[in-house]
């Protein structure tokens, strides 16, 4: 669709009028419903685990300071871009989400050129995400093996062998099973909120001692080589960031969702609320809990949330069951980005703009899932995990992109949202969800918070430079060893 084909009327169709409107068909049925949509997108962020498996970035750049002000900041941030696609699928609930809006939204000179870039950051931050969830459960399991056992020193080709093995049952299960027991997103969402209330509850009350208010709240730690406080915040924040990495999940469900225009922008908000309240609960308890900060910085496992937990519960077998726990869902994490991450190639081949787009556009009639854009997204996963074995540092340096090119494809549209003046010609008044004035904040705020992590997250986190060290907080992402 050219930029100001627009109707009117739009925000009164249904999904389905609205496809049609933007010369779209959906093969998918509309089946998920809104508290399943909130699972999957809660799943894919899991903001309290996505902290635990990236706490010691915050730690070590900046300290507990960073790691609960942080939060804040991000919480600001990432509400806004949520806020503004919420507002967005409310209007134009499609399964491409931020490349479509752009489309719609950019000048008919620069429609296609701003469309294919807002798809390709979308679309590799996807499976920039995706491979790292990939790599976490036999990041845990040879964690768990060190931790019984300090001079263990597993291979990379270990760590490979365990990526590509849940690499390939994840597109089994998705190709054979998705669409039959796609309550697992349920029992996923449960699951890690009961898991949520057991290691809090644990920790905070099996713990010997806990940290003081002063180390919590005010400790602030520099130890970088940099004399700015600012930026080692900044190159730290990238642990809270976490929290909402793959906000957008349920944005590329849009058409499989019944009634998505309401039931869509719900789903987003629902994750940010209860994402930040239980990262946040679950970071005060963890730094209350832990005992011995050294160790925890120190640690030879590659998950520093191991030793906490251990110093927390003082008990072996309590830690090992958490980071158990955690494997899990990680499991739970990789069958929605598979499944969100399939759409949007599904999507874009559905425009005709990749390469076999006649068979990646294809939903298979009886599975009724993209059944080739699953194996190539599974294909170019795999790719990407033959970079581990030449190289941890460039395969964590890609997966760790994700932050950036996610933000990068939520501010182009917002951006073009600022540029139409928020009209009711791309924002009709009887759209399901409203932002009102508040909408001119989200979206400039949307905007700016790219270029901000873009530059900030690339900095090296210690002075002097050198080629280890530049690349050091991708090799703390995800607790890659």
Known sequence: MENGEHDDQIGEMSPDLVLDQLDLQSQMKKDIGPFAILCVGFNICNSWVGLAATMVIG????????????????????????????????VYPTAGGPYHWTSILAPAKTNRVLSYACAFFNFFGWLSITAGVVIQPGQFIEAMRIFFDPDLAPPAWQYFLFYQAVNILALVHSIFLQRRIHWVHDVGFVFSMTSFFVIVITCLSRTSSYQTSEFVWKNFINNTGW????????????????????????????????????????????????????????KLAMLYSLTNFDQVLENTTGVPIYEIWYQASRFEAAATVFISILLCIALFALNACVECSSRLTWAFARDNALLGSRFLGQVHPRLQVPVWALCANSAVIFIIGCIYLGSSSAFNAFIGSGLL?????????????????????????????????????????????????????????????????????????????
């Open 59 to 90: 730690l070590e750049n900046g300290g507990s300071v960073t790691v609960i002000y942080g939060m804040l900041v991000v919480l600001v941030c990432l509400g806004c871009s949520a806020l503004t696609m919420a507002e967005l699928s409310s």
């Open 227 to 282: 004399k700015s406080d600012a930026v080692v915040f900044l190159t730290g924040m990238a642990n809270p960031n976490f929290m909402f990495a793959g906000i957008d999940g349920a944005v590329h469900l849009a058409e499989e969702v019944t009634n998505a225009s309401r039931t869509v922008p719900q789903a987003l908000m629902s994750t940010i609320v209860i994402g930040f309240v239980t990262a946040f609960a679950f």
């Open 405 to 481: 090119l996610q933000q990068c494809s939520f501010a182009m549209p917002a951006a073009l949202l600022l540029w139409h003046g928020r009209s009711d010609t791309v924002l009709p008044k009887s759209r399901a969800f409203k932002l009102g004035p508040l909408g001119w904040v989200a979206n400039l705020i949307t905007l700016l918070f790219a270029p901000l992590i873009t530059i900030m997250y690339c900095f090296p986190v210690e002075l002097p430079v050198t080629g280890g060290n530049m690349s050091k907080f991708y090799q703390k992402y995800k607790t890659s060893r």
